[in-house]
């Protein structure tokens, strides 16, 4: 059975929300963004990228699935990340993003599981878990930001792997430690993004306090933080996680070793972009309006 007990499930975060993670022989990667620094154009207005990945996907080796939260908005599957989803055998996505995605895509329902098959035996268990990508009830909210998805990942003596994806609910980190708690790795989306005139200003995603708490609530070994760096939307970075961890006793359980060096990564970019913590207006609201996966 799936335990807390293996050793740690390697990590390679490559900014954004992107990860690169090895789980039973098999490699996956989480929402893949590899765009250079630049401005996204959506419907009203447009998000914008701040800092170049940490590797391109020909140096990542192979991939055997993507995980993807969703498959509507830039910064969580951008025009690179779409290219290399051709070259991957297997995509985990919304039953939305599955049916729009076509060839080599599924969707998972919440608390649907696909079966996958290891090398040199056994399996791994892939459980799509639910996600809500703004405040309130969910049909509401994904009226307006669309379908996510999470991801627990499990199999037999193999650590339990949470990832969460765009999500904003604790009550959904309850529902998913209910069923598989404790967690070992909880790779987790944070960075607070929030728009004025999107919900009233409040949270899309989980703030740093949050994912303190989400690391509570899952009873996680571990926690690596994703999707908090390299946009201009996202108003929490390292130096909010790692304070907030603290504040809660948790400082142990969070794992930044194998995040990028953030001053690199913008050297390699637009720095110039570096302080920006704006979309032009907040019109990307627009965009996401259109973008909702609302089937």
Not at 114 to 138: E, I, K, M
Request: charged content about 20%.
């Amino acid at each position: 059975m799936s335990g807390t007990i293996a050793a740690p499930v390697p990590v390679r975060a490559l900014g954004g929300p992107t990860a690169l993670f090895e789980y039973g022989g098999l490699r996956f990667l989480t929402d893949p963004t590899f765009d250079a620094p630049r401005h996204y154009q959506v419907p009203g207005g447009g998000l914008t990228k701040t800092a170049p990945p940490a590797a391109a996907p020909a140096d990542l080796g192979r991939i055997d699935v993507v995980l993807l939260s969703h498959d509507e908005h830039p910064d969580n599957l951008d025009l690179s990340g779409r290219a290399l989803l051709a070259d991957v055998p297997l995509t985990l996505t919304t039953p939305g993003g599955g049916r729009r995605l076509g060839e080599g895509a599924r969707g998972l329902a919440d608390w649907e599981s696909v079966t996958l098959d290891r090398p040199g035996g056994g399996t791994v268990t892939v459980t799509g878990v639910p996600a809500v990508h703004g405040p309130g009830p969910r049909e509401e909210v994904e009226q307006i930001t669309g379908q996510v998805v999470g991801f627990v990942l499990t199999g037999d003596g193999l650590p339990t792997v949470y990832v969460s994806g765009d999500n904003a609910s604790l009550d959904a980190v309850r529902q998913i430690a209910g069923r598989f708690g404790p967690v070992d790795t909880a790779i987790l989306f944070a960075g607070a993004p929030r728009f004025s005139v999107l919900f009233d200003g409040a949270l899309i995603v989980l703030d740093s306090a949050q994912a303190a708490e989400a690391c509570t609530i899952l009873g996680a070994r571990r926690v690596i933080p994703v999707h908090y760096d390299g946009w201009a939307h996202f108003t929490e970075g390292r130096d909010d996680l790692v304070a907030a961890f603290a504040a809660a006793g948790l400082a142990d359980r969070l794992d930044l070793a194998g995040h990028p060096d953030p001053a690199d990564r913008l050297e390699a970019g637009h720095p110039d972009l570096a302080g920006h913590q704006d979309v032009a207006g907040h019109q990307d609201l627009a965009g996401r309006l259109d973008l909702g996966d609302r089937a």
